[in-house]
């Protein structure tokens, strides 16, 4: 069957003079921008607390009397925290002050090759553990609260687990919990992480490269979506060339997403088997030192929040932690983004931080 060809000769001519106009623009943009102009992660924040590596900050409230209850960051080991603070019109971090909220945040560092030796254990029962107690410290108290953010929230509901008599109440964002949950979704490109996951010789990456580097961890991801990731989004940029705040926000998420750091090799050996491959935690069998990860003891409040259109981290696997925690107060916030949307998209400035704050101050 053939089609009618829409083109004339006059509109491609024309289509072919705006584009010529828009990249003639965006070079003169381009040009004109340095490398300190994109910035990202920009709401004032003080560090309080450092150890090693290791940085604790504590955000500068932008009410007169914040919520009495501080409430503390724990992101992934992959990539920056700065996209909860990506810019001042898309900021959880900030969204959250504006709400109310005193806002902590760890900063775990950029590993060397002596940090291959880091362990799991390390990370929540040593450093979380240690800015959790700076905190209830300074604050006189007895519990914090906790949010986690992706693997950072696998690690937190670890660290609530193992040590629920310091967390008042638990949130955690798009958060992998079961990681075989990919097998019960309907789209067959929710759950490719886990998949290659669970097929990775992770002994063979880790003896060959000592620390996994960001640029490879990275690239896995943007292969769960080839042509959108790698490809689309670069020929789409032609037409925000000569906008400049639209660029903007185009170079400040290449900007975090292309300068990440490397994953601590151990603890990433020890994710993927028993994370991804062994699906160890719905099973309570997660050894952290000496001590065994059981959900069944996180009996406080729990906000857990999901993207309905997250492909790295499946809707399923997140929601599955309320089939396994002890709590009777156990709450789910559906938004409707992607993974990285979550934090970023105009819906989600409207809906994830008030979510969150009211949800905290119902269970002051």
Known sequence: MAFP??????????????????????????????????????????????????????????????????????????????????????????????????????????????????????????????????????????????????????????????????????VLTVTPIDFHADKEEERDDWGLLNVWARNLDIDVMIDAVGNPPAELLNFSFMLVKPMSLNVRKYTDMVNILDNEKALMNFLRMEKWLFEGPDHPGEAYRQFVKDFFQGNKLIKNEVMLGDQRVDLGNITMPVLNCYANQDNLVPPKSTKALGKYVGSDDYTELEIPAGHIGFYVSGRAQKMLAPGIANWLKERD
């Open 5 to 170: 060809v829409q083109i004339t000769p006059d509109k491609a001519i024309h289509e072919l003079t705006e584009i010529n106009q828009k990249i003639i623009k965006g070079i003169e943009q381009l040009s004109n921008i340095k490398e300190d102009d994109v910035q990202v992660g920009i709401t004032p924040k003080d560090m309080v607390f450092q150890e090693g590596k290791l940085k604790l900050y504590r955000y500068r409230p932008l009410v007169e009397k914040p919520f009495k209850i501080p409430l503390l960051f724990s992101y992934a080991l992959v990539n920056r925290y700065m996209v909860a603070d990506l810019q001042e019109d898309r900021s959880l971090i900030r969204n959250l002050l504006n709400e109310g909220i005193d806002v902590y945040l760890i900063e775990w560092g950029d590993p060397t090759r002596k940090d291959k030796w880091l362990m799991l254990d390390d990370y929540v029962n040593d450093f979380l553990d240690t800015c959790v107690d700076f905190i209830r410290e300074q604050h006189d108290l007895e519990k914090i609260n906790l949010l986690g953010i992706c693997q950072g929230g696998t690690l937190a509901t670890c660290y609530t687990a193992l040590h629920p008599d310091k967390v008042q109440n638990l």
